[in-house]
């Protein structure tokens, strides 16, 4: 195989070579030619123009704003007046919509299309160029060195990132006293620009087409100590599908251009095994981690936090101490009032977590202020932290955040909080804990329990603006039967993280009576050391080298003590089989799938036959019941989904080498066999207690919602991926793998059970064993599927496509309908003419 690649390379390395020479031919062969075409048609640059005097340039009528540089303001031309202090810094531009325009939502799930929403951020620099000019360059931290010693890499590496100038400004002036230049940036402002509007990668999705400049235009302008707000307006000139005229859309821009530090924070190593953002856009390769090689390397997404320098002994000795800066987050003054409190509350619930981190107060939420309190004082202005509020029917929120890329230091973050997010909590929380809290047994919630709902969900979010990811795994170190404990789990709460996709508890039932502290999710044991973990300093001017030992120990140390210490994700970057591991998970609880949703159909059983009495309102049909039947139905898919994961699952345990174990590991084979049995008693067999015949009369609904999750399931347990990956672990450890053979037989004795009694074939069942040949007729020859004609795994599937051939032509002579016969004829008939085409 090495040689093939080798060979393979070389080649592709000899054409590559052989282009570039016969380039170089050729080009010398012409040089005559083509300086001479080159001399005609290149025109020659336009002479700088003539600096003025200062007064000329910024003019009394100007409108000036003073930040850590100048801007003003004169008619409807904006200029920019940068001091060398400032030439060659870092600056950062995030970019925002101010304003929607009335006529747009973005075609992929609505995102960049409100107030607030983010759409691009660059990192820039202003440098002085010749013939008066000043230069903007794009800059990018993606290869890196520090090491400017002698034999150091710094050189050839900073030789090889020249950064690409994005735009050249004539100067206008210069004031040789306060050593600052003066240029014009209107039409570069009023233009579409990655630095100062979409990113170049997102622009394409949106739909926009280009700018119409008359009627685009700068409106205001503000300074402030760290950062420039520019609010502009743009309109573009939006392509009609299938058709040649355009449509106007007008939105407002906010660009903030913020002043990034001049010593970057000191970054910490991002580690798979705690659940911290730090891949994009942080990520970067480094050429002195490696002193034989590079490798890639990330930073943790995460807030600057230092005690004042009169507490750092304080700090140091454990105590617990306020920090220079705290993370304050002020609520959109928009935000209906009701759910303001609740808001407030998910922010300082992570108060306590900082605790453990060593810092009080880290954390807080604000109203925001008023104009007659703070008239300064502006949602969009860089140097505050929002949540906003946003006139949505998207059922969502979100907790993005702007970070310095060359350290991963959050600097700010504007929380994204759709009104429609209550739909959601709405359906969650009725068909999650309706069985055992009447307080969801209505067609409208009361506000108190909304409320908490929503702080749950806006700690959670908050968590995301911390630098927090989705940890999944959580709730799967969590005994199923201690979710039924009372005592136990209104101690612990029912997973041990607040990041993870666990609602709210379902196994419990009602004879637990267990109250809401039991059923909600809270900020857990997990959330609590990962912020100790990603923010708690280490005393000492440490090397990065000496913090890597240190904190790795913390991790191992930690693990030690309790499984509730996990993260799982469901892919780590670079490792696909964390998409495999079943605990990895979202919506799941419990660690055994099978105990835990058996425990969730129960509640579902309750719940079906109050729908139509539970969401009846005067005056109103039944949309609302049908809408709530689906999404009995979706939960009843969820807890199918969680059980599947376990058949050819693979655990993936992230370790260094003081950690004793496997990183990666089969689920065992009895728990794979478990989850079979499990999909045919509630799935297979058909679940009559989904079918509603009344409510179907009444609303848009019916069973074939149900059908549609037998058939998913049945098709991703036939799919060749799937086949192929139960073959791989049958190969690797035949005594512990639940083989391609085995699950087959399995699931065709489940699927097929009619057959041996001579048992009367209902429709449904009918449906759904044509769909189990439909699709097993894909993995055979001449269909492609994953799995090779030459592999193992290939003869087996053909090999049981022709018992169940077998079995079909021995059954029909049996079956005294018409319908079953018919039926099982035809089965048989597709897969002899697939098996044995020439016949």
């Keep these: 195989m090495f040689t093939n690649i080798k060979k393979q390379l070389l080649l592709a390395g000899c054409v590559c070579i052989a282009g570039s020479v016969l380039a170089q031919k050729t080009q010398r062969t ?51 007046e940068l001091p060398d202090s400032i030439l060659g810094r870092d600056l950062l531009t995030v970019n925002r919509i101010a304003k929607s325009s009335s006529q747009y939502r973005h075609p992929m799930g609505r995102l960049m299309s409100y107030s607030g929403d983010w759409i691009g951020e660059s990192v820039i620099r202003f440098e002085k160029a010749p013939n008066n000019k000043v230069m903007l360059k794009m800059i990018s931290y993606k290869e890196r060195s520090s090491d400017s010693s002698e034999n150091g890499l710094l050189k050839i590496v900073e030789s090889n990132n020249v950064h690409p100038i994005y735009a050249s400004f004539p100067l206008k002036a210069i004031d040789k006293e306060k050593n600052t230049v003066v240029f014009d940036v209107t039409d570069y402002l009023n233009s579409d620009n990655a630095v100062f509007g979409y990113l170049s990668d997102i622009k394409g999705y949106t739909a926009l087409g280009t700018v119409i400049p008359d009627r685009s235009y700068v409106d205001t ?16 000139a939006v392509p009609k599908p299938m058709s040649t005229t355009v449509t106007p859309m007008t939105f407002e821009y906010n660009n903030s251009i913020v002043l990034l530090p001049k010593e970057p924070m000191k970054g910490r190593p991002y580690d798979p095994r705690v659940g911290f953002f730090g891949l994009w856009p942080t990520d970067y390769v480094d050429f002195d981690v490696n002193p034989q090689g590079v490798k890639r390397v990330s930073n943790i997404w995460r807030w600057r936090l230092e005690p004042k320098p009169e507490d750092v002994e304080k700090y140091n000795r454990g105590e617990l101490v306020e920090p220079q800066k705290p993370i304050i987050i002020y609520i959109d003054p928009l935000t209906p009032k009701k759910w303001v409190p609740y808001l407030i509350k998910g922010v300082n619930d992570w108060q306590a977590a900082f605790e453990k981190a060593g810092f009080k107060n880290a954390i807080m939420a604000r109203e925001a202020p008023s104009k007659a309190e703070d ?56 068909i999650q804990a309706g069985a055992v809290d009447a307080r969801a047994n209505k067609p409208q919630f009361d506000d108190a329990l909304m409320g908490e709902l929503i702080r749950f969900v806006s700690s959670h979010e908050v968590g995301h603006t911390l630098g927090l990811r989705h940890n999944w795994g959580a709730s799967s170190t969590v005994p199923v039967e201690k979710l039924r404990d009372k005592a136990w789990v209104e101690e612990h709460g029912h997973t041990p993280s607040i990041m993870d996709y666990a609602r709210f508890n379902y196994v419990a039932q009602p004879e637990d009576h267990i109250t809401e502290k039991g059923l909600f999710p809270r900020i857990g044991d997990y959330d609590k050391w990962a912020i100790e973990w990603g923010y708690r300093l280490i005393p000492g001017n440490k090397t990065a080298a000496e913090e890597k030992s240190i904190l790795n120990k913390w991790i191992v140390d930690k693990l030690k003590t309790g499984s509730q210490y996990f993260f799982g994700i469901e892919a780590v970057p670079g490792d696909a089989a964390t998409g495999l591991d079943p605990r990895n998970q979202n919506e799941d609880l419990g660690d055994d799938a099978m105990i835990a949703s058996a425990y969730g159909i129960r509640n579902l059983k309750r719940i079906v036959p109050n729908l139509i009495k539970w969401t009846q309102r005067p005056d109103e049909d039944y949309t609302r019941a049908g809408e709530m039947y689906q999404e009995v139905v979706n939960q009843f898919q969820r807890y199918m989904g969680h059980v599947l994961m376990n058949i050819g699952g693979v655990l993936t345990t992230p370790k260094t080498v003081e950690q004793p174990g496997s990183v990666y ?59 192929y990956r139960l073959a791989i672990q049958e190969a690797e450890a035949p005594a512990k793998a639940y083989g391609v053979r085995e699950m087959l037989t399995d699931l065709k004795k489940g699927i097929f059970s009619e057959l041996p009694v001579n048992r009367l074939i209902s429709l449904n069942r009918r449906n759904l064993q044509k769909a189990y040949v439909i699709k097993l007729m894909t993995l055979l020859p001449p269909a492609k599927s994953a799995i090779s004609a030459e592999s193992d795994a290939s003869s087996v599937v053909k090999a049981h496509a022709r018992e169940l051939a077998a079995d079909l032509k021995r059954a029909w002579p049996l079956y005294h309908d018409a319908a079953s016969v018919d039926h099982l004829k035809d089965l048989h008939e597709r897969l002899i003419n697939v098996l044995d085409p020439r016949r």
């Design 665 to 723: 590991d089969f689920v065992p084979k009895e728990k794979q066999k478990r989850a079979m049995a499990f999909l045919q008693k509630e799935l297979f067999s058909t679940p009559e207690w989904l079918r509603y015949p009344h409510l179907y009369s009444i609303t848009s609904t019916g069973f074939g919602s149900v059908e549609t999750v037998q058939k998913t399931i049945l098709d991703q347990l036939l799919d060749g991926k799937y086949i």
């Design 375 to 430: 008239s300064t004082w502006s949602i969009d202005d860089a140097r505050h932290s929002a949540l906003v509020y946003k006139p949505s029917d998207f059922p969502n929120a979100s907790g993005p955040s702007v970070k310095d890329p060359r350290s991963g230091e959050i600097l700010e973050t504007h929380i994204n909080w759709y009104h429609n997010v209550m739909d959601i909590l709405y359906k969650w929380y009725f």
């Design 221 to 236: 302008i503000r300074a402030f100590p760290l950062n420039i707000e520019i609010r502009t307006v743009k309109t573009y």
């Design 30 to 80: 012409d040089t005559a030619g083509i300086k001479k075409a080159d001399s005609a048609s290149v025109k020659p640059l336009p002479k700088p123009e003539a600096l003025k005097a200062y007064k000329d340039v910024v003019t009394a009528d100007a409108k000036t704003a003073t930040g850590f540089f100048k801007v003003h303001k004169i008619g409807d031309r904006c200029l920019f």
